[in-house]
């Protein structure tokens, strides 16, 4: 369960003893001294502690030298007799000197003196059974990442700095949504961790612009910038930065070869030997121990890791894009783009290197890709095989109405089989498994329309104007060839269908034939329309961006299908619109090319009804809207009064 972290911010509600552990970096400091000034301002006498002062069991050791640090007026003999409800806060508790045993009695001294007790510690004290075992008794949290309602309040903060008083919401909105997107790119799905410092790090290198000597792509720098930030912290000197840079491209090559993410520490051992044969480390060989102090390297137990995703694929792609064998890596990590190591590895390929032959390969390899399936052209084709396959569905329903108890019980198979394929399901583990050749195509059609995009996105600029139509139509016909395997896979909807048909009929005995089958196709109907929704959002979204708007344009009148009309629309909504300002004309455009087909007319109105959801649009616009797209204003009303804020929670 989740708990908003703000009840520590009342001194009734503060709990009288609770443990909250967290990633490294993840704000356990800040939110200690939060909950001082908390305690301080509620009445109560907070004492804060760093784990490295405490070194003896005795609570009165600390409190002199503490107390005459953190209050200007008050000593330790008035602070033991005050009546006010005295807190021990005690931050990084893992780096105490105290062995086990005088951990427990620390405990149970602060326990007699305090009233209420609150420890911040890294996640390593789950996994010492010797010093967990005192807190059975504590109320245990954990700190959740960084989340995207707070994500969106930093970036705001940062936007408004210095012009608190005269930024209007709409450009504070824009500005906002440019740099979420950017982020989005960078943090990818936790590839790097959804902490504070991280977020703040990557706004100052967006806002600091990229230098020109500089050979990697502006999100590629970004990366780059975050892990010499590690290695400035543990004063590398600037010409060994390469040695470590080197140290780490060989080391995750290395372990991507091994199909591991941690060495133990013979196998660490092996590998340092290996290096020292290939280079020259100099006198003083304490790469390990530095890379451990930077915290790009981590030490758990006997086995050693790289710390975080991105260091790890940044490094094993930096290996990768520098050699020889760079393409014949290319085209083998394009066949196992559904397994999340080798998709991302890809996509920083594309970071550290220029070669046009890299990108012309990963076009041609990710055009493999339900190469037998034609786009989904949402016309009146696809409907007229929606229609079709709806009408059958009073013939499905009346057919099973005379078998529901045998129909019961091969659902109940179905899910036993499902259930027992889940625990072992591990796509990477099944990577050979015929039977799972379905889930690997639709995620690497996923996973293409991803990498295409980021390559677009970054090297939009330099990529000639022939390779970045042809990227952005390859990118968008994955997506539009995924959506026809969808539409037109009979037997797989008829399977769900019949999951559907006898859940209505066991619920609802009473039903008639025609109450059923008027229910079942509303339910059919909302599940294509909503893949075909997502669909067309997923592709403008990884295709889209400010710079290729009209680019993206060209290529759709070139196609000429509404499917390509639907997502040019998103993308003139998303990139183009500025504030309080819609893309009218391509707007009306495109609703004149697509309005006399129901399905693309239905789903160009909710494209800009989740637009309106998102983003502010005038009262001018939102008229012409009701005139010129059919959606009435109390509609659009709706949609924009809907919106309610998410409550942030922490993890009980």
């Known amino acids: 369960m989740t708990r908003n972290s703000e009840f520590y911010s009342s001194l009734a509600r503060f709990p009288t003893k609770s443990l909250v552990v967290g990633e490294e970096q993840c704000g356990k400091t800040s939110f200690a001294k939060m909950a001082f000034y908390s305690v301080l301002e509620d009445g109560g006498l907070p004492l804060l502690l760093k784990g490295r002062e405490i070194n003896k069991s005795d609570i009165n050791h600390y409190l002199e030298r503490s107390i005459k640090y953190q209050y200007a007026n008050l000593d330790s003999s008035s602070f033991k007799k005050s009546k006010r409800i005295k807190v021990l806060i005690i931050d990084d508790l893992v780096d105490t000197k105290l062995n086990p045993a005088y951990l427990g009695k620390f405990i149970e001294n602060a326990q007699e003196f305090f009233d209420k007790i609150l420890f911040l510690s890294d996640e390593s004290i789950r996994f010492d059974e010797q010093k967990i075992k005192y ?30 008083e005269e930024i209007t919401e709409e450009e504070l909105s824009t500005l906002t949504k440019t740099t979420t997107t950017h982020l989005d790119m960078i943090v990818r799905k936790n590839i790097v961790p959804r902490k504070p410092i991280f977020i703040l790090m990557i706004l100052q290198v967006l806002d600091s612009g990229k230098p020109s000597d500089y050979s990697l792509t502006s999100h590629g720098y970004c990366y780059q910038r ?53 280079f020259n480390l100099g006198a003083n060989d304490h790469v390990i121990e530095k890379l451990l102090d930077s915290k790009i390297l981590k030490l758990s137990g006997d086995n050693y890791s790289i710390r975080y995703k991105y260091i790890y694929y940044f490094y094993a792609a930096k290996y990768m894009s520098n050699h020889k064998d760079c393409l014949k890596f290319v085209e083998y990590l394009c066949t196992k783009t559904h397994i999340e190591k080798d998709a991302n590895i890809l996509i920083f390929i594309t970071h550290h290197t220029k070669n046009d032959d890299v990108i012309a390969l990963i076009a041609k390899m990710t055009s493999n890709i339900y190469s037998n399936r034609k786009e989904a052209l949402l016309d009146k084709t696809d409907t007229k095989f929606l229609q079709e396959f709806m009408s059958q569905i009073p013939q499905l329903v009346m057919k099973q109405q005379h078998d529901v108890k045998q129909a019961q019980k091969e659902s109940l198979k179905k899910k036993d089989i499902s259930a027992n394929q889940s625990e072992r399901f591990d796509i990477e583990s099944l990577d050979d498994d015929p039977e799972f050749d379905c889930i690997k195509d639709i995620t690497r059609s996923v996973r293409a329309v991803e990498i295409l995009g980021q390559i677009i996105k970054n090297r939009h600029a330099s990529i000639e104007l022939g390779q970045l139509k042809e990227l952005s139509t390859e990118a968008t016909k994955v997506g539009l060839r995924f959506l026809n395997f969808y539409l037109t896979s009979t037997e797989q909807v008829k399977t769900e269908l019949m999951d559907i048909i006898h859940a209505h009929l066991e619920d609802n005995l009473n039903l008639t034939v025609e109450e059923i089958s008027k229910q079942v196709r509303r339910t059919f109907m909302q599940l294509v329309y909503q893949i075909t929704f997502n669909v067309i959002r997923k592709v403008s979204f990884s295709v889209g961006h400010k710079e290729l708007v009209n680019i993206f344009s060209e290529i759709a009148l070139d196609i000429e299908t509404p499917a390509f009309y639907l997502i040019e629309a998103s993308m003139q909504l998303e990139f183009a619109s500025t504030q309080n300002n819609i893309p009218k004309k391509k707007l009306e455009a495109i609703w004149k090319k697509v309005s006399s087909n129901f399905l693309a007319k239905r789903l160009l109105q909710d494209i800009v009804l989740q637009y309106q959801y998102f983003n502010y649009v005038s009262y001018q616009d939102k008229a012409w809207i009701a005139t010129k797209l059919e959606i009435p204003l109390d509609t659009q009303d709706v949609v924009q009064n809907y919106k309610k804020p998410k409550t942030l929670a922490k993890k009980n």
Do not use: C
């Open 135 to 164: 807190f059975n008794d504590f109320e245990q949290f954990e700190l959740l990442q960084f989340g995207y309602e707070r994500r969106d309040e930093l970036i705001k903060k940062w936007h408004a700095l210095g012009r608190e």
């Open 226 to 278: 975050l892990i010499e930030e590690n290695l400035n912290k543990v004063k590398i000197k600037p010409e060994e930065i390469e040695k470590y840079i080197n140290y780490l491209s060989q080391l995750a090559f290395y372990m991507y070869e091994k199909a591991t993410y941690h060495l133990n520490k013979i196998q660490m051992e092996q590998f340092h030997t290996f290096y020292k044969s290939k």
